[in-house]
């Protein structure tokens, strides 16, 4: 049977959740919601079908300790820190060329460590759907599909095609189109018009089909991959990684790659699946009180309504409000509108513009 | 000429400063507004008038040391600790006995540690002119009082009575009443009629005067008090204030003696006077942003209006808010209305009642 390999993909920053998260102490490191870092459940949700010794992480250079100290049953040099964010194209293809090194035959699921996905044995069904999938069609490139729930503009939509098979009970279909971020009226329609699964950056590949592919779309990319890849479990490697990775185009896969090639597969997973993307996530993660108001850590709320609150290494208090996000940790306080939560982004721009990164 | 002393009530648990303020950290211990605690600035603004070896403070037992690390120039054994709250009468006749045990003839003038007075001159000009009126009148008791700036409710008023003479260029009345904190109508009247003045818990005289005083309307308090300022510079005075001091009548000055006493003088104090009462005061300490923001500390406000920031060993972020009382402490973050900062009290309640003591 192919061997299943898993690589994390764990370099996001998380600025949208400041001050809980930090440059040095990114979202997928902390307990967003629940006991465990988010990346400890990525790993943990894949259980025996891709045991930890089959993950790879591809984080950033800073927090590789910290990954390391989180998941220590992973092999060490598995867990690979960029010297610079490149986006996601240098990410997978970097993933890809990893998990060749040490089985060039496998099959590798590639995901972002940050999200929540319930319940994880439905998850792993599919993920082992998609590698009977993939071993009646090595050459090709699969994307899973998350069921929309509404008309978000937040992620990228792709249209179901042709059906192509049935694997494990699963319904494999083609991929007729990746579509980029819509506006809402866009998203209206196509959730109206149906046939559209959210692009949650949930991929399975062989690495030998993902390279192809980087050879006819990112060609330039090919030879920097390989030289890492050819380095990789020597004393070279980290030299290596930190020389050539900067010198990779900053692209996505969607637009480097995905949006391009003809082929790919599309597998719908009916799960829950959250991204985690804002404060305003809890609200799907932790259940409201009688008020409406979501608590992650301790609290006192009086005559308070619809309010969020996380309270890391203390406590809030709160008194006669309606609608906020309060987030206290032991340095940094952060309180903004619940429906401004994507406004986070420009309180860490302001912090940074007034030279108090010591809090970022 | 008369010697003066001074002592400064700090028994306060300032709760209403919450989280800034803690049971072993009140309000007099913080620099609320200001850049040393408001119990260093009353020490202070009593410069050589009454200097250091003349002043006493009595404080909580839990706070003794604290008192003393932050006042090292006070001789340690005039910092006293009561071992629980008894209110204002026991701790001013406590302050007379105190006192009396190092000179009898001395002038004493007692004041709360957590106002904030300004400018200091004008406040020594007046303790001074104090002075010469009880030299003149040494059997009677004299209290200060504060031109009223708006109906308050959260003070006693004092009515003037006859002008009793000049001293030092400011003029003495008689005390007609004592007024207790009056309902807004009332206030509003009482500023309509004129002649009142706010009740600031200042008070000055002589040893004699204020036992006397005790002989006629606390009568029962009187030996136990004379007992342990007998003990006062022995190594037994600890135990004994511990045996005595809790036997007192729980009773406020203003009730016990000075509602009921005649010929007490009244003289007027024009100072900038501000009793720190809670969050709002800090609007007239410290200047406003041009959004009417008041903030204490390291503040990033983006689109916020009219709201009061403390932040105690960190940040507070906040955007899109209007109308905030928001305090960071590091473990502790509190969030009310601007209109609402008497409810910081009921937020201790809350705590205490959920036995998150360990926050106060």
Not at 274 to 292: C, F, I, Q, R, Y
Request: negative net charge.
């Amino acid at each position: 049977m192919t061997a299943m390999y898993a690589v994390l993909m764990a370099g996001g920053s998380g600025t949208r959740f400041w001050p809980a998260s930090r440059q040095a102490r990114p979202k997928q490191l902390l307990p967003i919601g629940g006991d465990l870092p988010l990346l400890v459940e990525t790993s943990r949700r894949l259980g025996e079908l891709i045991p930890p010794e089959r993950q790879f992480v591809i984080t950033s250079q800073l927090t590789v300790d910290a990954v390391r100290a989180l998941l220590p049953e992973l092999p060490p040099e598995h867990v690979v820190g960029e010297p610079e964010g490149r986006d996601t194209a240098p990410c997978l293809g970097l993933a890809g060329r990893l998990v060749a090194a040490v089985d060039p035959d496998a099959m590798v699921v590639a995901m972002p460590s940050d999200h929540v996905i319930t319940p994880p044995e439905l998850f792993r069904e599919h993920l082992d759907a998609a590698r009977e999938a993939l071993d009646a069609h090595p050459e090709r490139l699969l994307v899973f599909g998350i069921e929309p729930t509404h008309p978000a503009t937040g992620y990228g939509y792709l249209r179901q095609g042709e059906k192509v098979g049935e694997f494990s009970g699963k319904t494999l279909y083609g991929l007729d189109a990746f579509i980029e971020k819509p506006d809402l009226p866009r998203a209206q329609a196509l959730l109206a018009e149906g046939g559209y699964s959210w692009n949650a950056g949930l991929f399975a590949f062989r690495p030998a089909a993902l390279r192809a592919a980087f050879v006819s779309y990112l060609p330039d990319m090919v030879a920097g991959l390989d030289t890492i890849a050819a380095a990789f479990g020597s004393d070279g490697f980290e030299s290596c990684l930190k020389d050539v990775f900067p010198t990779l185009e900053k692209v996505s896969i969607d637009v480097g790659v995905m949006e391009k090639l003809d082929g790919t597969l599309m597998l719908p997973l009916p799960v829950q699946w959250n991204d985690v993307g804002s404060w305003t996530a809890l609200e799907n993660l932790k259940p409201s009180d009688d008020d409406g108001n979501v608590v992650d850590g301790e609290a006192v709320l009086l005559n308070t309504t619809s309010t969020i609150v996380s309270a890391d290494g203390g406590v809030v208090a709160a008194r006669g409000v309606d609608g906020l996000i309060i987030v206290h940790t032991p340095d940094a306080t952060m309180v903004c509108r619940r429906d401004d939560d994507q406004g986070v982004k420009e309180i860490v721009a302001a912090l940074r513009a007034k030279d108090l990164d010591v809090y970022l």
